[in-house]
């Protein structure tokens, strides 16, 4: 899941640096949105994983 928010991110890079302003938005946001969840599911499975 980090390697696909990576992707976005480097897509949404690309986009924005070639002038495609829409797509590089959109790939920008996925990203956060897949770095977001990448965050929160590390985390519970950190906290889950101490208790065993």
Not at 33 to 38: A, E, N, Y
Request: proline share 0%; no cysteine.
């Amino acid at each position: 899941m980090l390697g696909n928010a990576v992707l976005f991110f480097i897509i949404a890079i690309v986009a924005g640096a070639v002038g495609f302003s829409g797509i590089a938005g959109a790939a920008s946001s996925i990203a956060q949105i897949l770095f977001v969840l990448f965050v929160i599911l590390f985390l519970v499975s950190f906290f889950t994983g101490r208790r065993r």
